[in-house]
């Protein structure tokens, strides 16, 4: 059994989104490395999350960078095998076809559950906030609204359109300028619209459940984003160290965070570690609490993710906008050909097996064009079954696509693109055959349809 074969497109798609990522987090280790201020920026983890979600994009998107229909890998030669299908061959399909419904299940299921569970936190996170008073004290000078709870909980921002402000009881015994210097934290995660990020990259967590490197880029973020607004805040307040230092270890000392929803940008959260905190006291405790260079960082993180979407741009064909493939105005791919068999005809060179084509009989060397404009997937000898010999293999409007097989020539490649009636290539005798003819296939939704429909025949 042909492992590939386990994984239909949807099953190559998550392959993929988890191999990226595994990639891009592999590089951003690199980078910490050489550059640790450059992935101690909250920045560059929301584009490194951003881009690792590349493999998910619509394959319509990407006009003939969809994956060869699995009709035509599974069954290769099934318009010429003259092979009975065996019982093994059966039970091998069958169960194919069971791990793939079972894959899906799993998958869907579990993204269904971490959507249950984000609203349900988010259904939380407003009760909480509901229930909670308007914070009046003469101490805090903002117009921002802060709100108090009862609750032993760290200082967080929570809201997606109007964020709030929620510190404990507990906070308001600290002295005046570590609460101002908490309260301008918090001011700074809205300032850097840190709450809906951190919204959003939950939702994106929790539907990439399985997929642990994602969830360990969440991770790196929120660790950076705390880091950052850190800087900010002692930027404005160079002489506060201490004091700031002082306030990341009494908001440990007066809160308990034992669990956490993942939706708010916290002060001191449950989710970080006891390095987490040491390193940020050690940075407030620095001296080189203002980046000075924060532009060059921006600017290297702007070109790297340049040249990964240059990179992945590069491999796709240029974006066109094709016509509808349309019944009855396809063109004939070759001119002034015998019909030697047609659709669905029975014979006993394929051992009794309704034909799933067109055969053009025509000598060697007889043009062959595009039925429809398109994109070339395949144009070679060698990606689908040897019995195709030449193939070309063209995406259409509609996730239609044309198969051209037993080629001797071919005159274009995978990536270009055509228009209809444009030469592709020449008849031949490639491939299983009884001699020189173009066998033409159209497929839709993965399956095989009678070409017929489409050509002016």
């Known amino acids: 059994m042909d492992a590939l074969s386990l994984f239909n497109g949807f ?20 980078l910490h490395h050489f550059y640790p201020q450059l992935t101690q920026w909250a920045r560059f983890w929301q584009a490194w999350i951003l881009l690792s979600l590349v493999p998910l994009v619509p394959i319509s998107f990407w ?55 984000f609203v349900i936190s988010l259904i939380k996170s407003y009760r909480l906030v509901k229930n909670t ?33 929620i510190i404990s009881k507990q906070v308001l015994s600290m002295p005046t300028s570590q609460l101002n210097l908490l309260i301008q934290h918090e001011l700074t995660h809205i300032k850097n619209r840190d709450p809906q990020a951190v919204i959003l990259v939950r939702l994106i967590a929790c539907l990439s459940w399985f997929n642990p490197f994602v969830r360990h880029m969440e991770q790196r973020f929120l660790q950076a984003m705390e880091l950052d607004c850190d800087r900010q805040v002692l ?21 308990n965070n034992t669990q956490d929803s993942g939706l708010h940008a916290y002060f001191s959260g449950a989710r970080f570690q006891k390095q987490d905190f040491e390193q940020r006291i050690r ?14 960082y921006q600017l290297a993180l702007m070109g790297l993710v340049s040249i990964m979407f240059t990179s992945i741009l590069a491999a796709q064909p240029m974006v ?6 349309k019944p009855q105005q396809g063109m ?15 014979n006993s060179f394929r051992s009794k097996k309704p034909h799933k084509g067109i055969d053009f009989a025509a000598s060697t060397g007889t043009d062959i064009v595009a039925s429809f404009s398109g994109v070339i997937k395949v144009a070679d000898g060698s990606t689908l079954h040897r019995n195709y010999g030449n193939v070309i293999l063209i995406e259409h409007q509609g996730n239609i696509q044309s198969l051209y097989a037993h080629l001797d020539t071919i005159n274009v490649k995978a990536g270009d693109v055509v228009t209809a009636g444009q030469k592709i290539g020449t008849v031949g ?9 173009l066998h033409f296939e159209m497929l839709s939704q993965e399956h095989r349809i009678n070409p017929r429909i489409y050509l002016k025949l």
């Open 11 to 30: 099953g190559a798609k998550i392959v993929l989104f988890v191999c990226w990522s595994a990639l891009l987090y592999g590089v951003a280790v690199i």
């Open 63 to 117: 006009h003939g960078a969809g994956l060869i229909p699995q009709v035509l890998i599974d069954s290769g030669a099934s318009h010429h095998h003259a092979q009975k299908q065996t019982v093994s061959d059966f039970s091998e399909l069958v169960f194919i076809n069971y791990f793939n419904d079972m894959v899906l299940s799993i998958l869907v299921f579990g993204m269904l559950l971490g959507v249950v569970k």
């Open 133 to 165: 008073a308007r914070f009046n004290d003469d101490r805090i000078n903002t117009t921002t609204d802060i709100r108090v709870t009862d609750q032993h909980i760290s200082p967080f921002v929570f809201g997606f359109f109007k964020p709030r402000i």
């Open 235 to 255: 930027a404005h307040n160079p002489t506060q160290q201490l004091d700031y230092a002082q306030a990341l270890v009494a908001c440990l000392k007066l809160t």
């Open 283 to 296: 940075a407030a405790m620095s001296c080189e609490v203002i980046r000075k260079n924060i532009k060059y």
């Open 320 to 325: 066109v906008q094709l016509d509808d493939v």
């Open 332 to 346: 004939i791919p070759v001119s002034n050909a015998r019909i030697s068999s047609d659709y669905d005809e029975v």
């Open 429 to 437: 005798a490639t491939g299983r055959v009884t001699g020189p003819h």
